[in-house]
Structures are given as C-alpha cells and as structure tokens.
C-alpha cells in the first residue's frame, strides 16, 4: 500500500502559479507511475499530468505548456509546478499511485485525500 499527502493548494489570482506536493510513504522508484488528477464541482475527475518510474510524462493538452510534473526519489515525493493559471483551472487536485502488484501485473491505484486550488481574482 501507498499512503499519499498532498499540500500546496491555495487561492491565487490568474496567471499566477502554485506548486503542489505529494509525499508518498514508500519509495517512489518503485511505483510505476505517479499523476496528479483534478475535480472540478459538477465534472468528473480528469487526469492533469503524469510521470513513470523511468521519468517519462504525460500532461492533458489543456495545460501542456503550463504545468510541469516532477519527482524527487531521495524525498519520495512528486511535483506539480502550475504557471499561468486560469480560472479553469480551479479544482480539488488529487494525487495518484499506479502500483502494480508484482508477480501479476494487476494495477492498484492509490489517492490523497485531495488540495483544493482556486484561481480567482
């Protein structure tokens, strides 16, 4: 299991930047992948960003440009630094763990409990 603690959210006025952190309780190396997800109210969750083990990522196109994920393995934790923020970008942001059990290549996903990010003037 993979316990997950986010932190970094905030108010902030458009076209300023945040940026959030996860911290794992295990090693991230041996995750497959970490992401970050968002809910915005009355819309389904939707992936924001993610990264591999092997550093590889992948960003939804509505903030490619803007967001960059990164990790830190002496820290285990994960990094979603947001520029140029819109109010659309306004959501509860979530942190994800793709974990595949070893042996069968089942995917377990484990959450954080969610930081709320608000880009208002």
């Known amino acids: 299991q993979v316990q997950l603690v986010e932190s970094g959210g905030g108010l902030v006025q458009p076209g300023g930047s945040l940026r959030l952190s996860c911290a794992a309780s295990r090693s991230i190396f041996s995750i497959y992948a970490m992401g970050w997800y968002r809910q915005a109210p009355g819309k389904q969750r939707e992936l924001v960003a993610t990264?591999?083990?092997?550093?590889?990522?992948n960003y939804a196109d509505s903030v490619k440009g803007r967001f960059t994920i990164s990790s830190d393995y002496a820290k285990n934790t994960v990094y979603l630094q947001m520029n140029s923020l819109k109010p659309e970008d306004t959501a509860v942001y979530y942190c994800?763990?793709?974990?595949?059990?070893?042996?069968?290549?089942?995917?377990?996903?484990?959450w954080g409990q969610g930081t709320q990010v608000t880009v208002s003037s």
């Open positions: 994800n763990a793709d974990v595949i059990v070893v042996g069968t290549g089942i995917h377990n996903h484990y």
């Open positions: 990264i591999t083990s092997g550093s590889s990522t």
